[in-house]
């Protein structure tokens, strides 16, 4: 049927879909009519020309009359992710402390005065926060690294002890995770000494790009610990300060000159994530529920996946629909099945569990 053109008789290859003919030229072939069925192949064949696609499965999109893999739209006008900065530049940067890549943070804390000493007997929370709702609504924060100036009193044997959570987007203390800090390749903290009549320390946390993540408030509790010689006199033992303490000692004093965070403030359009979210119930036209979709999927999966290591990712992306455009709890849990649902759908889609960080 497909290959009898020009009066030469050729054989049909499914294989190929294509004829072997006996001459080149002039061919034997005819107009082979698309391939209907699941998958990449064609929905429906064209009219004009029934060689190529007139439509696609779902997952797929036309191009060229062929079924290709759907791909979503750019989503760099809604939310930003990258930096042009390479890790060699950021720990130069770092090191520097250079303005650059400086994030001001508003520094609160019931228990320490910047640039005083204080008693380190007693846990001390210290946090950083951006407010970003309030002063900067059209941003979201990358974190890359973060610098702390410790000071403690000549010949103290306190051993300063930091933990660090971090809260992605806004909402509540509850709402952070904590820093694996020196834990399964993730970074730990470099002390440098300073120059200084006291003993006096900078403490710098790099990130880079392999361990950056979004960041709104960075909660520091600091805590300290009694270093003394072992029994054995090798190495050091450790004590908490009121596990050692005799009524009226005094361990000495710190105080903290310094503390920042370091990272970079990216675009975010509320607004249009907003809209995008619309057409999931309004569709402006055909295909546009399919084309919003792949858009919040592309975006859900780049935010989860700046999530901290562990046995599986975060729910970044509800925090960010919950704190940073203010939806309901239940509009949250309608988009994210609606989500996996779509996904699901997809070819080749693989699908993840996430742990629950925002209420």
């Known amino acids: 049927m497909y290959c009898s053109e020009n009066n030469h008789l050729g054989s049909y290859m499914e294989e190929t ?11 034997c072939q005819s107009v082979i009519p698309c391939t209907v069925g699941e998958g990449s192949s064609c929905a429906s064949c064209s009219y004009e ?13 036309l191009s060229q009359g062929v079924c290709r893999n759907e791909v979503p739209d750019s989503t760099d006008h809604y939310i930003g992710f990258e930096t042009d900065l390479q890790d060699i530049e950021l720990r130069y940067l770092l090191q520097k402390r250079d303005n650059r890549i400086s994030i001001h943070g508003i520094f609160v804390s019931n228990d320490v005065r910047l640039n005083n000493w204080f008693d380190p007997s007693w846990r001390k929370r210290m946090l950083l926060t951006l407010k970003s709702n309030k002063y900067k609504s059209n941003h979201v924060h990358m974190l890359l690294g973060m610098s702390l100036q410790i000071c403690l009193t000549k010949n103290s044997t306190l051993d300063p002890m930091l933990s660090v959570y971090i809260n992605p987007f806004g909402g509540s203390h509850s709402e952070s995770w904590i820093m694996p800090i020196d834990q399964n390749n993730y970074p730990d903290w470099e002390r440098t000494k300073l120059d200084l009549p006291y003993d006096c320390y900078n403490w710098t946390l790099t990130l880079g790009n392999k361990w950056k993540t979004f960041f709104e408030t960075v909660h520091f509790y600091l805590r300290s610990r009694i270093r003394g010689p072992s029994s054995t006199g090798n190495g050091s033992v450790y004590f908490e300060p009121l596990e050692y303490l005799e009524p009226g000692q005094n361990l000495g004093y710190m105080k903290i000159n310094t503390i920042q965070v370091y990272g970079y403030s990216m675009h975010f359009d509320p607004e249009a994530i907003q809209d995008l979210i619309l057409q999931l119930d309004y569709p402006y036209t055909q295909g546009s529920q399919d084309s919003a979709l792949l858009q919040l999927l592309e975006i859900r999966d780049r935010v989860n996946r700046l999530s901290p290591p562990g046995a599986q990712p975060l729910d970044l992306f509800s925090c960010l629909l919950r704190h940073r455009l203010k939806l309901s709890t239940t509009d949250v849990a309608r988009i994210q099945a ?13 699908e993840y569990e996430t742990t629950k960080l925002c209420s």
């Not at 879909?17 to 061919?27: G, K, N």
């Not at 020309?49 to 999109?61: D, E, K, L, P, V």
């Not at 609606?338 to 693989?350: D, E, G, M, V």
């Open 17 to 27: 879909r294509s004829c072997s003919c006996p001459y080149d030229h002039p061919p």
């Open 49 to 61: 020309n029934r060689s190529r696609c007139a439509t696609c499965n779902q997952g797929y999109m």
């Open 338 to 350: 609606a989500l996996q649902t779509f996904s699901a759908k997809q070819p080749n889609s693989i």
